[in-house]
C-alpha cells in the first residue's frame, strides 16, 4: 500500500480531526538498520533508528507536519521557531508545502551549512542572532505571545505528538519494545516524545515491556546532567549546544520512570563514534546524532550491559547537514593528480600504503 505520511498512518493517535489537513511531505517511515559490524563488537543487538532519511533529513518533520497542520486548522497565517538548524529546515519545508509564511531565528555563525541552506532555499524569513540557541527560544516565545504567530518550537505540544510517531514505528519494526532506547538530548522534547510513544503503545497492549530510555548530551551543554543551566553551551555537536533544555522535566521523568538515566558525551567521543558508524557500517549520521552511539560505547564500557540486550540509537539528522565538520575530523581532501592513468595508478599506490 502507499505510504501517505504520518498524519494518515497514525490518525489514530494523533490529534487529527476532521478539520486537520492531511499534510504531508512522506515524512516517517525510517529505516530500523541493524548495525552488523558493532552489534557484534559492543556484544549487543544493536540498531540505528534512521530519521536522517526523514524529507528534510531530521526527525523534525514528524513533529513539524503535526504543528503545522494544526496551525492550519486553527487559521494562522504565519509560523516561527528558534533553532539550531533542523527545526528551521523542516518549519521552513512545511511551511512552504502549506503555503504559510516562516520566520526563524537562529545563532549567528553555529548551525551547520546544509540547514542553512534549507531554511533560505524552502522560503523563510531567516534571522541570525548574535546570541544563542536559548536565547533566540526566549525571544520567539515573547514575539508570538504578543503577535498571532504560531509558536513550532517543540514547547508546542503538537510537535511531542507527531514525534512520539517514532517510538511506534521501532517497536512494529523490531517486533516488540527495545531494552534500551538512546538518544541525544538538546532541548530534550524528543526524548520526551519517544517515551510518550512507549507509554502509549504500552498502554494499548502493543507491547508488553518498556525501553530503558538514555539520553545524551553533549558535555559542554550538559545542563540536566549538572542540574543547573549553562549560559554558555559549547560543543561540536551544533544541533544540541543549548544550555537550558526547554523540556528538561519531561526528560527527566522518562528517565526516570524507565529505569534509564541521562548522561553525557564529550565531543571527542562523538566525533568517534560519528567516524565509526560512518566507517564501519555505512550510515552517515550527523554529530549530534552520533551522541547516542558514542552514549552508548559509554555505557558499554561502564559495564551497563549484561550483553545480547537490544538497543535502539536514534540517529536523528543526517551527516549531509553538515559537511564540513566531515572534511575536517578526517582532516583529508581529496588528492589531486594529473589526468593519466600512470598518476591515478601512482595514486592509489600512495593511498593504499598509507
Ligand atoms: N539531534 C539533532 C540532529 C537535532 O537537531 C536536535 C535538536 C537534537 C538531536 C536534540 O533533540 O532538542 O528534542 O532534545 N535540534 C533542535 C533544532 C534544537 O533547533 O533543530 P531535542
Redesign the pocket.
Known amino acids: 500500500m502507499r505510504y501517505l505520511g504520518l498524519l494518515e498512518t497514525y490518525k489514530e493517535y494523533l490529534p487529527v480531526t476532521d478539520q486537520t489537513p492531511l499534510l504531508s511531505l512522506h515524512e516517517g517511515n525510517t529505516p530500523l538498520v541493524r548495525a552488523e559490524n558493532l552489534s557484534k563488537e559492543l556484544d549487543l543487538d544493536l540498531y540505528f533508528k534512521y530519521e536522517g532519511l526523514n524529507p528534510t533529513g ?3 518533520d514528524r513533529g513539524m507536519v503535526m504543528a503545522v497542520a494544526k496551525a492550519i486548522e486553527e487559521g494562522s497565517d504565519t509560523i516561527m ?9 523542516a518549519a521552513a519545508a512545511y511551511a512552504a508545502r502549506a503555503g504559510l509564511n516562516c520566520i526563524v531565528l537562529i545563532p549567528n555563525n553555529n548551525i551547520a551549512l546544509g ?1 542553512l541552506a534549507q531554511a533560505i532555499i524552502y522560503g523563510a524569513k531567516v534571522i541570525a542572532i548574535e546570541g544563542n ?1 536559548d536565547r533566540a527560544l526566549e525571544i520567539v516565545r515573547e514575539i508570538t505571545a504578543k503577535h498571532p504567530i504560531t509558536l513550532v ?2 514547547v508546542n505540544p503538537y510537535r511531542i505528538e507527531g ?1 512520539k510517531t517514532a517510538a511506534f514505528e521501532v517497536c512494529d519494526q523490531l517486533g516488540k519494545a527495545p531494552d534500551y532506547l538512546a ?11 519517544y517515551w510518550k510513544g512507549f507509554k502509549e503503545f504500552y498502554a494499548q497492549g502493543k507491547i508488553s515491556s518498556l525501553p530503558k530510555m538514555v539520553g545524551f548530551e553533549a558535555e559542554g551543554a550538559m545542563a540536566i546532567v549538572k542540574g543547573e543551566p549553562i549560559a554558555d553551551p559549547e560543543t561540536i555537536a551544533t ?2 549546544r ?1 544550555g537550558n ?1 526547554a ?1 528538561w522535566k519531561t ?1 527527566v521523568a522518562a528517565a526516570e520512570e524507565s529505569e534509564g538515566q541521562i548522561n553525557y558525551v564529550t565531543d571527542e567521543e562523538i566525533l568517534h563514534a560519528y567516524k565509526t558508524i560512518a566507517a564501519r557500517e555505512g550510515i552517515f549520521a ?1 554529530p ?2 552520533a ?1 547516542s552511539i558514542a552514549g552508548v560505547m559509554k555505557l558499554k564500557r561502564e559495564g551497563v550491559f549484561r550483553g545480547g540486550e537490544t538497543v535502539v540509537c536514534v540517529l ?2 543526517h551527516g549531509l ?1 553538515d559537511p564540513n565538520i566531515a572534511i575536517k575530523s578526517v582532516n583529508a581532501e581529496p588528492l589531486v593528480v594529473e589526468d593519466t592513468e600512470a598518476a591515478v595508478m601512482e595514486a592509489i599506490r600512495k593511498l593504499q600504503g598509507e
Open positions: 531530521s526527525f523534525k521557531c528558534a533553532s539550531t538548524g533542523n527545526t528551521s529546515a540547514k540557541f518550537n517543540s514525534q538518544i541525544p538530548v538538546g532541548n530534550a522534547g524528543n526524548i520526551s516524545a544541533a544540541i543549548i533544555p523540556s526528560a550527523e549530534a546524532s551522541a536523528t539528522g547537514k
